[in-house]
């Protein structure tokens, strides 16, 4: 569940009043104003200033994620430099390995129509192509007649640009700067990114990501691989996180010390879903062996 915010003592009631019970399932609170707060919930910064985007680097390093409030930054830079300061904070977001959020306006007119214009269609499109994590609708499904359509349309117009974007262009180049911060962490990341690279190439179906943290998850989500990424957590809180993220789907898991256990009790749940099939070709890596295995499901 995500919130928006826009000053302190909105935060305050909300931290107050819904974040204090966790039954409520918060995840992230996406705020204008950032401020430190004592509770395990992500903050996602909104880029809506000519300020923000003086600072996006710092900003973007200093919170979990960040959204690009279209309407609000239209009304502080000139309206043609919106669509390349979307750009440069998805990039950025990516470089930083940290979600972004496209919002405000994507299908504005189905709060009074129950179709799209074809301006906004190509306006989700781009987004998409942009490789968002996330887009977001507001004012259609806060207050729109046609919520539920508006969000088809959202769904299907990704889904189809997703699938042109694996058909089209395959093999994105990966050119993306190392973020880690400690030995462990840059082993972590030249085995997601050896695995991406490797699913691509050799057209597996499926990456498997076992990890404690979610770490690892998001490294493999922003590779952008060809192929779905199952991640699976022991936490609750993570494998909500882990939702946000491109590509990932997660599922809670209780691991086992052994790791052929791990992967026979995957294997069967995704089955039973239809999610997977025997003989189709996976790759596997985790955070806890710091390993990377390609195998077929039995």
């Not at 498997?208 to 192929?227: E, I, Q």
């Amino acid at each position: 569940m995500v919130f928006r915010v826009g000053n302190w003592w909105s935060v305050k009631f909300w931290m107050d009043w819904w974040c204090g019970d966790e039954s409520l399932g918060v995840v992230f609170l996406a705020l204008s104003l950032i401020a430190l707060l004592k509770v395990d919930i992500a903050v996602i910064a909104k880029i809506e200033s000519i300020d923000s985007l003086k600072n996006l680097e710092e900003i973007i390093q200093a919170s979990d994620g960040a959204m690009v409030a279209r309407g609000d930054l239209g009304a502080q830079i000139p309206l043609e430099q919106v669509p390349s300061a979307q750009q440069r904070i998805v990039q950025q977001c990516r470089h930083l390995n940290k979600p972004v959020i496209v919002a405000s306006q994507l299908l504005e007119s189905m709060i009074e129509y129950p179709t799209p214009t074809r301006a906004e269609v190509a306006d989700v499109s781009e987004a998409v192509r942009q490789r968002a994590d996330a887009l977001m609708l507001s004012g259609e499904s806060a207050m729109g007649l046609f919520p539920e359509k508006a969000l088809a349309v959202l769904r299907s117009v990704s889904v189809r640009i997703e699938k042109w974007w694996r058909e089209e262009k395959r093999h994105e180049a990966m050119e993306l700067p190392d973020t880690a911060s400690s030995f462990s962490d840059s082993i972590s990341e030249q085995i997601c990114n050896s695995a991406a690279k490797m699913a691509n190439n050799l057209a597996v179906d499926a990456l498997f990501v076992y990890t404690k943290t979610g770490h690892m998850a998001s490294l493999l989500s922003r590779c952008r691989p060809d192929c779905p990424i199952f991640a699976f957590t022991s936490t609750i809180s993570v494998r909500r996180r882990l939702n946000l993220q491109w590509g990932l789907i997660p599922f809670r898991l209780s691991f086992s010390d052994d790791m052929e256990s791990n992967l026979n009790r995957t294997f069967s749940l995704l089955k039973a879903r239809g999610m997977i099939k025997s003989g189709d070709l996976v790759i596997a890596v985790s955070d806890m062996l710091q390993s990377i295995q390609v195998m077929n499901v039995p």
